[in-house]
């Protein structure tokens, strides 16, 4: 059986309210999001928008779990099709640099008083999952260890592939931060005025990743 008209509607304000949302991140931040903004724009009373979202921390759960929701997808379809690492790398840059907002929403400085809910990190575990399998496939068999190394072993919870070599959680984790590093300094800015294409940076940081 079909939604009901009125569970169509619903959903069709429950979007709109998202929506409008994303525009308020990207105008005036996360920290200024606000129901009776979205509900003034929208042309509805407070109290009727709070029938869809209990309050800021409800909705802005539900725009956390979709950007996650987004990239994930994005890398897992690019994995499935073969990507290796550095094609993962510009998945995530390409995510980024088409919704700077978006992204720092997830990545960029927390919000007072706000913490996400746990099942968001099961979604950025499926990306770590990939992240380590495609490092798994592309190690050499004599890496050599690090210091870092005898400390990882003991902290490998995280990774879901209990079997994976601690090297590939390493380099894993390194993948993460540089490129999450070089995406962030981009995207606030930082480079502007420098003169040097931030693109061929973090091409450079890639190769610098990738080398055995």
């Not at 869809?52 to 994005?74: K, N, Q, V």
């Not at 809910?117 to 592309?138: F, G, N």
Request: aromatic share 8%; no cysteine; hydrophobic share 45%.
């Amino acid at each position: 059986m079909g939604a009901s008209a009125r569970e169509r509607y619903r959903a069709q304000v429950h979007a709109e309210i998202k929506q409008h949302a994303w525009e308020q991140v990207a105008t005036t931040g996360v920290s200024a999001l606000s129901l009776n903004a979205i509900a003034k724009r929208m042309g509805m009373s407070g109290p009727a928008l709070y029938r869809y979202f209990a309050g800021r921390d409800e909705l802005l759960t539900e725009l956390i779990r979709d950007a996650y929701r987004s990239l994930a997808d994005a890398v897992l379809a690019a994995a499935d099709s073969g990507a290796d690492v550095a094609a993962l790398a510009h998945v995530v840059r390409d995510w980024a640099l088409a919704d700077p907002q978006r992204y720092f929403l997830l990545y960029g400085t927390p919000v007072p008083g706000y913490h996400a809910p746990e099942d968001t990190a099961k979604i950025t575990s499926e990306m770590m999952a990939v992240l380590i399998e495609a490092h798994k496939t592309a190690m050499s068999a004599d890496v050599p260890a690090t210091p870092f190394d005898a400390h990882l072993e003991e902290h490998r919870h995280w990774a879901a592939d209990g079997s994976a070599p601690t090297a590939a959680l390493r380099k894993s984790l390194s993948f993460w931060t540089r490129v999450h590093g070089v995406v962030s300094l981009e995207l606030a800015g930082h480079f502007n005025g420098m003169g040097f294409d931030p693109a061929l940076l973090f091409a450079q940081e890639l190769d610098e990743l990738l080398e055995p």
